[in-house]
């Protein structure tokens, strides 16, 4: 193989292992910036190395390995923390990379390993912004320009937030390790939301010219798949992939050529990926005999479900309205909010007549959380316009036009507007 090629597939590799190279090394060192730094050293050495001797059988270890004696080299060269160095160096006596043992152990802390930097990037000391950025930094490898292109924000912008975000976890002294018992479950809420955060944020962008951004959909999916292969007995973990995978199945028949949004109801459904919906309804099922087996049917299994109920429709006409309605009654109750509670409203307004949904929409029409927010008026207007009152809808259409930061869903909305007459 030449040494280009040589190259393309070590950086392949480093690709793959970086998330969890980084946790080891952000639980060595108790300190995220010096854990990327000590991985952008390893993978110097094994582009030194691995031409001449191969890639290794476990890539993991052995960077991790690497890694950790070039802080043993940097320790003793500048004296410092020798104690230290003494004891890591007893650990890993010996030449080359990781023996077979050293590799088996390291392997099998990896996943600890991950798991706790994952839930320390999503930690609730941070906001959910800061979370996401330094989410999609150090464990989805994203590059900080990356990262600001996805979110519209500038460059300088994301960087301070995650250095932010990084000092804030180095002084409040955040151990690099997966929460237990009570802790655990509360904290696991936190990454989800970081997740799903991600992932919405690409299937309906909050703004600029584009109505979806993939690609930042398909990293919430791969974190959403990692995170299933480290907890493979929990249920809302696979509910949230199940949604993830089910909704993105979606993504090619969004929008239309033009880039103009495409509701729901209208689109070609023989564009779904079918691919993504049998991947989704698998994780959907797994997270449903877990959910059984545990009593617990958290609010991601239930959407996850929602979600199957269109995937399982071949045509807008054959979905089971009355289904999703039900499955929101049961949302509510273990995921009380006015947004929940607006969908709440839309389904019951196909389940059972626009006057149905009228009715609960306008008991939530006031709550603060969806002040200024989109769906709301764009829910009533369609309510109005299917109970055959359009000119109040094309004022509700135009209002929600009006709230809009992207230029894709506000040209939708705003041609619904003229469509009412």
């Known amino acids: 193989m030449a040494t ?12 793959i292992e970086r998330a969890r190279l980084i946790a080891g090394l952000a639980r060595f060192t108790g300190n995220v910036d010096r854990a990327e730094e000590m991985a952008q050293d390893a993978l110097v050495i094994a582009l030194s190395e691995w031409p001449r001797t191969g890639i290794p059988a476990n890539p993991g270890a052995w960077l991790t ?77 994203l590059t900080t320009d990356e990262i600001a292109r996805a979110f519209l924000s500038g460059e300088a912008t994301i960087a301070q937030r995650i250095v932010r975000a990084k000092k804030a976890i180095g002084t409040a002294g955040l151990s690099f390790e997966v929460p237990r ?12 939301e970081v997740i799903y955060l991600i992932f919405n944020e690409g299937y309906t962008a909050t703004a600029g010219d584009d ?15 990692m995170l299933a292969g480290l907890m493979p007995e929990d249920p809302d973990v696979f509910g949230l992939l199940a949604l993830m995978e089910i909704q993105a199945s979606r993504l090619p028949a969004r929008t239309a050529p033009d880039g103009a949004a495409v509701p729901l109801t209208e689109q070609n459904r023989a564009r779904w990926d ?45 979905t089971d309205w009355p289904r999703i309605a039900a499955l929101y009654d049961r949302l509510r109750a273990v995921m009380p909010s006015p947004v929940v ?16 949904g009228l009715t609960l929409i306008d008991a939530i029409a006031d709550a603060d959380a969806l002040r200024d927010y989109v769906p709301l008026p764009a829910a009533r207007g369609d ?28 040209a939708f909305l705003l041609a619904r507007a003229g469509a009412c007459g």
């Open 274 to 318: 079918q691919l993504l919906i049998r991947r989704g309804l698998d994780a959907l099922a797994r997270a449903e005999t877990l959910a059984r087996a545990s009593g617990d049917h958290g609010p991601y299994v239930l959407q996850a479900a929602l979600a199957a109920c269109h995937a399982r429709a071949r045509t807008a006409d054959e």
């Open 4 to 15: 280009g090629e040589t190259h393309q597939a070590i950086e392949a590799v480093f690709r």
């Open 211 to 225: 109505l979806v951004r993939p690609a930042l959909c398909l990293e919430a999916q791969r974190l959403g798949r």
């Open 341 to 356: 509670e607006l969908n709440r409203a839309v389904a019951h307004s196909m389940a059972f007549g626009p006057e149905a």
């Open 181 to 192: 018992g009570p802790d655990r479950a509360a904290r696991l809420a936190s990454v989800l």
């Open 65 to 141: 390995t690497a890694a950790k004696r070039r802080a043993i080299d940097l320790a003793r060269r500048d004296k410092m923390r020798e104690r230290k160095h003494e004891e890591i160096a007893r650990e890993l006596d010996g030449e080359g990379g990781a023996t077979a043992e050293e590799s088996a152990a390291i392997g099998d802390d990896l996943g600890d390993e991950l798991l706790g930097l994952i839930f320390t990037a999503c930690h609730p000391i941070l906001s959910p912004d800061a979370r996401a950025a330094l989410t999609l930094r150090v464990v989805g490898g």
């Open 383 to 410: 309510f109005l316009l299917r109970a055959g009152r359009p000119a109040e809808a094309r004022a509700e259409f135009e209002a929600a036009a009006g709230l809009s930061r992207n230029a894709a869903e506000r």
